[in-house]
Structures are given as C-alpha cells and as structure tokens.
C-alpha cells in the first residue's frame, strides 16, 4: 500500500482557485472522473482519505466522487448527511491504523487539502506527492505550503503530457530537503 497525494495546481503555484475550489474545477479539459488521467491514477487505488474541509462539499454534490473506493475523513465531526460507508475519525494516527487495517494492498489516493497533506506527512505516511501542473495562471489562491513543510525532500520519479495541456510530475516523499543523498540543502 502507497498513500499517494494527488493534486492540481495552476502554473503559478495555487493548488485552489482565488474561491478556494480544487483548481483542476477551472481547467475547461475537466471532466470530473474521467479527465487529467484520473482513471489511469484510480487503477491501483481502493480508497480515499481526505480532510473534512475537502470532503464536506461531496455531500451536495450531483456525484458522488468515490464510487468504488473506501473513504477515510479526518476531521473533529462527522459531517451530517455522511453516508454510513464513510469512516470518519478526528485523530489522524488513529485514522491512519483503520486506513492500514482495511487495506487489501491498493494504493491510498491522498486527495487533500495540504492541512492534511502535511498532517499525514508528518506521521511519516506520505509515499507520493503527485502534481497535476495545469495551463492556467490564477494570481491567488492557496498553496501547498506552508500546510506541507517547505523542507518536505522530494525525488523526482516520473513525468507524463496530459490531453489537454497538463503535466503530471510524480515525487517520492523521502525525508527532509538536507537529508536527500548528494544533494546538499543549499543546492536544492
Ligand atoms: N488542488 C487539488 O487537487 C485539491 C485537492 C483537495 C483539496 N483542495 C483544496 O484544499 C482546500 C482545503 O484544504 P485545507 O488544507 O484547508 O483543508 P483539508 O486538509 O481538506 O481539511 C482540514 C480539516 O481536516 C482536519 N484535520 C487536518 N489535519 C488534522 C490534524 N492534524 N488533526 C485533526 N484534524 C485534522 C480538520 O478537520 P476539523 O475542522 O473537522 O477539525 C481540518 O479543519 C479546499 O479549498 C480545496 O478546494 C485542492
């Protein structure tokens, strides 16, 4: 089992629009479930684990947007109108041992927000940071850090063109920045 973070961002580094929505929603190529090579990602995944905040608008969504994962939600509350099939908890260690106790050996798609990118992180279970890098220019918006450290060491494991003019960048998380072997901090 991987936990893999995936997230969209815009060009200039905003992983949400200006109104705080994931900034893939403001990419014209975007077909919720289908596009920016969901489908190819969702393969090895069995389940979803993502903060209240990321969660929350789900509930009123036409869509339910994780048909065939478990979902797993980190927050203080369990939102109302949570389906029964949802595990929720509000301690992120806790959260994580049921995450590892229900796997069947699938991947863990990390969906977001960086809060709990970076929460995740620092229990040393982040495997992947996957970036989806879009076309666009927002000028605002949030970013990954500093919710995620800026001393998060990344290395670099692959790249792929997308249809429509995005770029996947996929990144192992190993560490700190001065930790990576041969690359001194001041040099990365
Ligand atoms: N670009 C993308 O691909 C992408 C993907 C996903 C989300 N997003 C965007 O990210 C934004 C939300 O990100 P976010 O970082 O603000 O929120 P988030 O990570 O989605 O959720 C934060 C909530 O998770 C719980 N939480 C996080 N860390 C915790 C910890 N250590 N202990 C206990 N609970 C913890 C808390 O819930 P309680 O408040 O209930 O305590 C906290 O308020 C949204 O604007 C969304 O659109 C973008």
């Known amino acids: 089992m991987q936990i893999r973070a995936r997230l969209s961002m815009s060009a200039d580094g905003y992983v949400?629009?200006?109104?705080?929505?994931p900034a893939l929603t403001a990419d014209p190529a975007f077909v919720?479930?289908?596009?920016?090579?969901?489908?190819?990602?969702?393969?090895?995944?069995?389940?979803?684990?993502m903060g209240r905040t990321t969660?929350?608008?789900?509930?009123?969504?036409?869509?339910?947007?994780?048909?065939?994962?478990d979902v797993f939600v980190l927050g203080s509350h369990r939102p109302e109108g949570t389906p029964d099939h949802v595990t929720t908890d509000d301690d992120p260690a806790r959260l994580l041992e049921k995450v590892r106790a229900a796997n069947r050996g699938g991947d863990v798609h990390l969906v977001g927000g960086?809060?709990?990118?970076?929460?995740f992180?620092?229990?040393?279970a982040l495997d992947r940071l996957e970036l989806v890098v879009l076309p666009l220019?927002?000028?605002?918006?949030?970013?990954?850090?500093?919710?995620?450290?800026?001393?998060?060491?990344?290395?670099?494991?692959?790249?792929?063109a997308l249809p429509g003019g995005a770029v996947e960048i996929v990144y192992s998380c190993a560490g700190r920045r001065g930790d990576l072997?041969?690359?001194p901090a001041e040099q990365v």
């Open 137 to 160: 220019l927002f000028g605002g918006g949030s970013r990954l850090t500093p919710a995620l450290s800026p001393d998060t060491g990344l290395t670099f494991l692959s790249q792929r």
């Open 16 to 21: 949400t629009t200006p109104s705080g929505w």
């Open 114 to 119: 960086p809060r709990t990118i970076a929460t």
């Open 181 to 183: 072997p041969g690359r």
């Open 121 to 124: 992180h620092a229990l040393g």
């Open 55 to 69: 969660f929350q608008p789900a509930l009123t969504n036409s869509r339910w947007p994780w048909p065939d994962l």
């Open 32 to 49: 919720p479930g289908q596009s920016h090579g969901i489908r190819e990602f969702l393969a090895d995944c069995e389940a979803a684990l």
